[in-house]
């Protein structure tokens, strides 16, 4: 027994067009903010750190994906580190915690330094910024080409939080 009387392709449609419109919403409230908007908004830890020029903190999220009926799509986006079909995306966010890059999504198999080298997040970066990145994250090189700098963080293996 059916209980809605339309194709199941239809809300799938639907729910695709509703993604679309909410990206066109949402993307205009992801901007790289100014460097004297960055100054004013450093939060006090920062500041205590020693990282009050930091610009932006990057890592790569994933999400699971179900299996791709088509091989090549499949094999894109299987990831062995995960064991897992997923869609990989790198974020960039503000010291005070607001989005200032998404990129687009990539199949698991890409690896965080190519994310990186699709060039597109590096565009953004100015002279003199400086990027905090998780230890996953070999790009230091790619980030000076731009003049700026990498911090990454000390090894936390065996320390509790």
């Not at 100054?39 to 903190?57: C, D, G, Y």
């Not at 990129?103 to 100015?126: A, H, N, W």
Request: charge should be positive; aromatic fraction near 10%.
């Amino acid at each position: 027994m059916k209980i809605l009387p339309f194709v199941s392709k239809f809300p799938s449609s639907i729910f695709k067009e509703w993604i679309r419109r909410l990206a066109e919403v949402l993307e205009k409230l992801i901007r790289v903010p100014s460097k004297k908007q960055y100054r004013r908004r450093v939060p006090a830890q920062f500041l205590k750190e020693n990282w009050s020029k930091v610009t932006a903190l990057i890592d790569c999220s994933e999400i699971f994906i179900d299996r791709a009926f088509n091989l090549d799509a499949r094999a894109l986006t299987f990831s062995l580190y995960k064991s897992h079909n997923n869609v990989k995306f790198l974020l960039a966010c503000t010291p005070s915690g607001k989005m200032s890059f998404v990129s687009k999504l990539y199949g698991g198999r890409t690896s965080d330094k190519q994310m990186i080298q699709l060039r597109v997040f590096l565009k953004q970066i100015r002279l003199g910024d400086v990027i905090f990145a998780d230890r996953g994250f070999s790009v230091k090189d790619l980030v000076a080409e731009r003049g700026a700098s990498l911090i990454l963080p000390a090894s936390t293996k065996g320390k509790n939080n």
